[in-house]
């Protein structure tokens, strides 16, 4: 009998890799192999076969990232460029909602940023799945219960959601800083798992190309949630301080509304034409 699917139970048909294959750059671009004993999970026909075109979406979003490493510059240049030649540019509908293109430097050496609000949904969903294989792979169970994504990667001007991406940060910055970076490719990608919390809470960090950090929060279905007065005060919309060390993060300190954005973009030269 197969094994079921790391995310439903239907048998496991097929294996899915996670994260999807497509993100580590081929030998031919990087110059190095960087799909060396990649993750897989059982997976059934739904899960693995019908998500490519989620895949593909994933690439694009992430790999060119302003601020990542050679690799994920490398990528973006090779097989991303590809891509998105061979769909006549269409990819970027689907990543970008909105988006403008903004020229950094002088007229002769310049950098191209696209800058705009992506499609946070389908970005949330893409990164549950690999949370979802993550979890199969590392503990060898599949997850059951429900999940929160936070994209630090992703820039926005609202007060509080920035004052809790930075405390996110911080407070996973302290809980995994002795905790083992897993994966035979960190320079594309790596996880690291915090300890579950007196409520049985723990949380993943995802980090590809070395910039874009994703934080996954499992809450197993034999838990309750927890009761945090900050966090209640906080939802009242009073202004409320969380010391965490030597730094204080202040929530409703103003209102300010803007959309959460993606920024990627690649050098460029002066065209003649």
């Known amino acids: 009998m197969s094994e079921k699917c790391y995310m439903c139970d239907m048998p496991g048909i097929t294996v899915e890799h996670v994260p999807p294959k497509c993100l580590f750059p081929e030998l031919k671009d990087a110059g190095i192999n960087l799909r060396l004993n990649l993750i897989t999970v059982p997976s059934c026909e739904e899960h693995n076969c019908k998500k490519s075109d989620d895949d593909e979406f994933l690439m694009v979003s992430i790999a060119g990232i302003l601020g990542n490493n050679s690799i994920g510059y490398e990528h973006y240049n090779g097989k991303i460029q590809r891509a998105l030649k061979r769909t006549s540019y269409k990819l970027l509908e689907k990543v970008f909602l909105k988006k403008r293109v903004v020229r950094l430097g002088n007229e002769n ?124 005060l906080m939802g009242l919309g009073c202004k409320t301080i969380i010391t965490l060390g030597d730094k204080e993060f202040v929530f409703n300190s103003a209102v300010e509304l803007d959309d959460p954005t993606l920024q990627s973009g690649v050098d460029g030269e002066e065209d003649d034409r």
Not at 137 to 161: M, Y
Not at 195 to 217: A, E, H, T, W
Request: glycine residues 6%.
């Open 109 to 232: 050496k310049f950098i191209e940023v696209l800058w705009g609000t992506p499609d946070y949904k389908r970005l949330i969903d893409c990164f549950t799945h690999i949370a979802y294989g993550i979890h199969r792979h590392h503990f060898k169970a599949s997850f059951s219960g429900s999940t929160e994504a936070l994209l630090g990667f992703l820039h926005t001007n609202i007060p509080n959601p920035k004052v809790f991406k930075a405390f996110i940060r911080e407070k996973a910055g302290l809980e995994l800083a002795d905790k083992t970076k897993h994966g035979d490719n960190p320079a594309v990608f790596y996880y690291q798992y915090t300890d579950p919390d007196q409520f049985g809470i723990y949380l993943v960090k995802l980090c590809f190309y070395q910039n874009v950090d994703v934080y996954i929060s499992y809450m197993p279905s034999f838990s309750e949630k927890p009761f945090h007065i900050a966090f209640e």
